[in-house]
Nanobody
Framework: QVQLAESGGGLVQAGDSLRLSCAAS????????MAWFRQFPGKEREIVAA???????YYADSVKGRFTIGKDYAKKTMYLQMNSLKPEDTAVYYC??????????????????WGQGTQVTVSS
């Protein structure tokens, strides 16, 4: 059973940077497809970025060029580096993982394991 724990959320100003981390236990990073989702109040979770076992990546159009997803094998974590943050990035961010090594799905239902979520608030 894979367990995920996010950290790094908080309150920042527009234009600032923030780095989210997702610690994974019960599985090895190079065997997991992983992703970051976010959820706005009253909305469904949406994909932010995803990375597969071979570190191919996917980014939502709204974050391309500003966010970077990656895996830190030394720390056994996945991260999301968020630069040039905007107020519209304010949401609860979730880490997700799947045991299939193929493809980079963007639908939440493709991911079996989820973290508890971390709040990111960007003030204008």
């Amino acid at each position: 059973q894979v367990q995920l724990a996010e950290s790094g959320g908080g309150l920042v100003q527009a234009g600032d940077s923030l780095r989210l981390s997702c610690a994974a236990s019960g599985g090895t990073l190079n065997s997991l497809g992983m992703a970051w989702f976010r959820q706005f109040p009253g909305k469904e979770r949406e994909i932010v970025a995803a990375i597969n076992w071979s570190v191919s990546t996917y980014y939502a159009d709204s974050v391309k060029g500003r966010f970077t997803i990656g895996k830190d094998y030394a720390k056994k974590t996945m991260y999301l580096q968020m630069n040039s943050l905007k107020p519209e990035d304010t949401a609860v961010y979730y880490c997700a993982a799947r045991q299939s090594r193929f493809g980079i799905p963007v639908a939440p239902r493709a991911y079996e394991f989820w973290g508890q979520g971390t709040q990111v608030t960007v003030s204008s």
